[in-house]
């Protein structure tokens, strides 16, 4: 879905520099200086309609591009901006699952290491508050697919920063039989980056450390959003090409896996005594966008209540 910004959102300078050039306009398209030898990373922002501190930070899925999100490209997320959150779109990250690699990827000749982590938990907040006054603390991340998983990692390992995460259709098992190599698959499929530059051999304890499964202790009393479909196509689906059967059956079997997952999650949870999780698992629903979009409007009332927006 093409998405159509509002004329006070769009038409406004924009600068290669730290910050846009118009400071009184509520779009702003930054470069935030960025560890692991990447210099700078692309953020749009969406300022507030209220003059709120408080913002969610949006995280991309497995092909994330380096022009813009996937949720600017492809939802209507930043009119969020527009119910008094602060909407902030990092760009760029592919196959990174927004973590600190050990390594460059050397099946592609990556020149950099990824530090998302780092970036999104320091350099990035430190921005935004020392530009925009956003607050440091109790804001929200919500992602899809790899950009979910991501997010409940975030939020376990940095409590005061984020005070709710979704997912969307996230995988949230790493450590189930298979998942490391089908990562490994993915990730080599989606820009030819290496796992081990990432988080290590499957061995790594990297990979525990990375999993929501095996995290879930650390997000006790955090306001979630956990959603995934059920795989079957419904109505943000369009089999009526050959392309468009394709990519319906790509999307049915990664969200019917997504699915899997996330009820493994929800047991998890509940065996914990973790209560804070609301899980919306719709019975119609593939691995795409649209329904992505609705469950982040869906949860807007939790996560606003939630950050105190």
Do not use: C
């Amino acid at each position: 879905m093409a998405v159509v910004l509002p004329l006070a959102l769009v038409f406004t300078g924009v600068s290669a520099g730290t910050a846009s050039a118009d400071p009184y306009s509520r779009f702003h398209e930054d470069w935030v200086a960025a560890p692991g030898g990447v210099g700078q990373i692309k953020v749009r922002i969406w300022r507030a309609n209220n003059g709120s501190n408080k913002a969610v930070y949006l995280l991309d899925g497995l092909r994330a591009t380096n022009d813009v999100s996937g949720w600017e490209h492809e939802t209507n997320a930043a009119w969020l901006s527009d119910h008094g959150v602060n909407v902030i779109m990092p760009v760029g990250g592919q196959s990174s699952f927004y973590a600190d690699w050990y390594a460059p990827s050397n099946f592609n000749a990556q020149p950099y290491t990824y530090k998302w982590e780092s970036f999104l938990t320091r350099n990035l907040p430190d921005h935004l508050a020392a530009v925009y006054g956003i607050s440091r603390n109790s804001n929200a991340v919500v992602g899809l697919s790899m950009g979910g998983n991501a997010a409940l990692i975030l939020a376990a390992y940095h409590r005061d920063q984020f005070t709710f995460a979704g997912s969307m259709s996230g995988y949230l098992n790493l450590s189930a039989p298979g998942m490391r190599e089908a990562i490994r698959v993915a990730m080599l499929d989606s820009g030819g980056f290496n796992s081990d530059a990432m988080w290590g051999p499957p061995w790594d304890a990297a990979w525990l450390r990375h999993d929501p499964f095996v995290a879930a202790p650390n997000l006790r009393g955090l306001p979630m959003w956990i959603a995934a479909s059920s795989g079957l196509p419904g109505q943000h689906d369009r089999p009526d090409s050959a392309i468009g059967v394709f990519n319906t059956a790509n999307a049915m079997g990664l969200e019917s896996l997504a699915r899997v997952q996330n009820r493994a999650f929800q047991v998890r949870l509940a065996t914990l005594g973790i209560d804070t999780a609301y899980f919306s698992f719709p019975v119609a629903g593939t691995h795409s966008w649209g329904y992505w979009q609705d469950e982040l409007w869906a949860m807007l009332p939790m996560m606003k209540n939630s950050i105190g927006a």
